[in-house]
């Protein structure tokens, strides 16, 4: 009997074992296209523990596929229970801190007996297999207990950023029919206590599906609660049973939600099934973060009510056994060091964050992180968005001392993980600043242009990817028609994301944004990530922003704002500067209207600027639902710049002689 074979019919390989490709990277890439079903069934079969082994890889009817069919597992058994049961339950599963300065460890057995209590309370509740529960929680060890107790029973759950609106929770809880909520009476964010329940209050009001509200005390003060559907979680552990076994579930069962609204519409509830989202998780935590679970410290500073903190700050760090940080606030409270200070204290290995949060903590200076021993790095990533050279080379160089090689990532929450990325856990590839090198292994992606057919070298076109990959998501929720017309219609059998790209000569992907973040100025398209990269390029800046403005004439014009570095000086002068160093890299055509110098940009709560709080002030309308914003006083200083530049052209120009 072969290796495989027994290994089916075991259920799963030993843990330990794992596949790791031999061969050069483009070898292993071309080997798993080949033959993509052995490539993902030896992954499947090393990766997770099957309780029932499945007899198909790839099953169902495009673009409707499902992955390892027959197969059974839990999510909460790979991330938990094997790795206790396999004497690892002493490692520290979450190194937590809290904004205000509170510490917690948590092991993988005291996790482990955290989620099954919660899955019991689940249980008390009349939780079953197939219910929907919400989640509107910060960044407490909690979370992920919840996600995973969920998982333990088979009750998918939507988890909503703690910082969006009622009307935007809401709306989730009514499209999924969520039975329960689980929320925290607040949390700490810029040193400011900041309440959630009486948001939930709000949304629940309008959702006659929720039977109850289950509440993690964060704050000091007693928790209002209302009779009959309230209740605190820590009474709730009290009484709740120590032990709850994990339920075997479909491979396709749904594990969770998670909404995303693009550029219009309603939000899309995105769905993510458990046996391919698994394995595309942990393969992804090997091969790009290298994963060395005995002796890393991992910390992906994200937001779990996010995808990235789904995928890699609850499940696939814990299914690789991998020691993480957990942080609650900021990373600039209550001084610029707060993150180089939790690098330094938990001897982080691998640090993964935004391009936007890179670019913040530029904008300090360098003395912050050259103040802490940063030594313990070996490895740096960057997700969210394609990272800009000049923040590419700051990191490297300031952060990673030239030692520590760059994951610049590319994915969406409809991919479930990482497909265009450096793989250092494979090879080690020659690294591009700015560039996210190549698909991943079983990738099959592709630049083209507006006909669908594969454009050449150095030429913008549109990212698609050719083949089903496990990570995928596997529908929208009571939506499939939306599904097939949004993601798979432009180009019938790929799978289009909506984002611009070029490939090298090397074949290496550069991504450029959004296909919706387009300017056409003078019947000029321009990519609005081309203009701010030549922007941050310049030595003064830290982080640019740039939006469309309607204009009689040229139909739009652009407007730049920008922040500046620590030390440098703004004015009149640096502004021309900036206009000049743009025409330099991009011509006449790509030159802002005005460069405006700006003390901070309208962020998220998460570290994302919102442009189109920028645009919609240029454009004269109404900015919108602002609960997600960090800081309103910055969407003011937008408002003013631009009402300076309008009052500057109002004005009648000198008539020459």
């Not at 394995?279 to 910390?299: G, I, L, N, Q």
């Not at 219609?489 to 090397?506: E, I």
């Not at 944004?513 to 701010?532: N, P, S």
């Not at 830290?542 to 204009?551: I, K, W, Y």
Request: proline content about 8%; some cysteine.
């Amino acid at each position: 009997m072969g290796e495989e074979e027994e290994a089916s019919k075991q259920g799963s390989l030993p843990f330990d074992e794992r596949y790791v490709p031999t061969g050069t990277y483009r070898e292993t890439l071309a080997r798993s296209l080949q033959d993509p079903e052995r490539f993902w069934k030896q992954l499947a079969l090393r990766e997770l523990h099957w309780s029932h082994p499945f007899t198909r890889v790839i099953g169902g009817r495009a673009p409707f596929w499902k992955w390892f069919e027959g197969g059974e597992t839990n999510a909460s058994y790979n991330c938990l229970d094997r790795h206790v049961e396999a004497g690892r339950g002493g490692r520290v599963a979450y190194h937590w801190e809290g904004e205000p300065g509170e510490r917690r460890t948590i092991t993988y057995r005291e996790l482990l007996s955290l989620v099954e209590r919660i899955a019991g309370v689940l249980r008390g509740l009349g939780l079953r297999q197939g219910d929907r529960i919400a989640l509107y929680l910060p960044m407490v060890p909690e979370t992920p207990a919840v996600m995973l107790a969920a998982a333990r029973l088979g009750i998918g759950f939507t988890t909503v950023f703690s910082g969006f609106s009622a009307e935007a929770l809401a709306g989730r809880i009514q499209d999924c029919g969520a039975r329960i909520v689980v929320t925290a009476d607040g949390t700490y964010r810029r040193g400011r206590f900041l309440p959630l329940k009486p948001i939930v209050d709000q949304a629940v009001d309008r959702c006659p599906s929720i039977e109850k509200v289950l509440v993690v005390r964060r704050g000091p003060d007693p928790v209002p609660l209302r009779e009959g559907r309230d209740l605190l979680l820590e009474d709730e552990l009290k009484s709740a049973p120590a032990h709850q076994p994990p339920v075997a579930l479909p491979s396709d069962q749904l594990l969770y939600l998670l909404y995303t609204s693009g550029t219009t519409g309603k939000p899309k509830g995105v769905v993510h099934g458990t046996g391919g989202y698994l394995v595309h998780a942990a393969s992804t935590m090997r091969w790009v973060f290298d994963a060395k679970p005995e002796t890393d410290t991992f910390w992906c500073a994200a937001d779990i009510g996010w995808v990235t903190g789904h995928t890699y700050i609850v499940f696939g760090p814990l299914l690789v056994g991998l020691t993480s940080v957990l942080y609650e606030g900021a990373f600039d409270i209550p001084s610029p060091d707060r993150i180089w200070s939790l690098v330094e204290r938990y001897g982080v290995s691998t640090l993964y964050t935004s391009p936007t949060a890179i670019r913040s903590l530029m904008k300090h200076g360098n003395e912050w992180p050259r103040s802490h021993d940063l030594s313990s790095l070996r490895l740096l990533g960057s997700v969210g968005e394609a990272i800009n050279p000049a923040a590419w080379e700051w990191y490297y160089r300031e952060i990673g001392g030239e030692r520590c090689p760059i994951v610049d990532t590319w994915w969406q929450t409809e991919t479930g993980g990482i497909l265009i990325s450096p793989a250092p856990g494979l090879a080690t590839l020659p690294l591009k600043p700015g560039s996210a090198t190549l698909p991943l292994p079983g990738i099959d992606a592709d630049v083209v242009g507006d006909d669908g057919r594969s454009v050449p070298p150095g030429t913008k076109g549109l990212l698609v990817v050719r083949r089903p990959w496990p990570g995928m998501f596997l529908t929208l929720y009571n939506d499939p028609k939306r599904y097939q017309e949004v993601y798979f219609s432009r180009f019938p059998g790929l799978y289009y994301p909506g984002d611009y790209a070029v490939r090298d000569p090397d074949g290496y992907f550069w991504l450029l944004g959004r296909a919706d973040e387009v300017l056409k100025v003078a019947g000029h398209r321009l990519g609005t990530i081309e203009i701010e990269d030549a922007l941050v390029s310049f030595p003064a800046v830290a982080e640019a922003a740039v939006v469309g403005q309607r204009d009689p004439v040229k139909g739009e014009v652009i407007a730049a704002f920008v922040t500046l570095r620590s030390g440098a000086v703004p004015g009149p002068s640096l502004s021309e500067k900036l206009r000049a160093h743009v025409r330099e890299k991009l011509g006449p055509v790509a030159t802002p209207e005005a460069v405006h110098i700006v003390s901070g940009l309208p962020k998220t709560r998460s570290g994302k600027i919102m442009r189109r709080v920028i645009r919609s002030v240029a454009n004269h309308e109404s900015v919108g639902d602002l609960t997600t914003l960090e800081d309103e006083a910055t969407v003011d200083e937008v408002r003013k710049a631009f009402e300076d530049l309008r009052g500057a052209m109002s004005k009648e120009p000198p008539t020459s002689a």
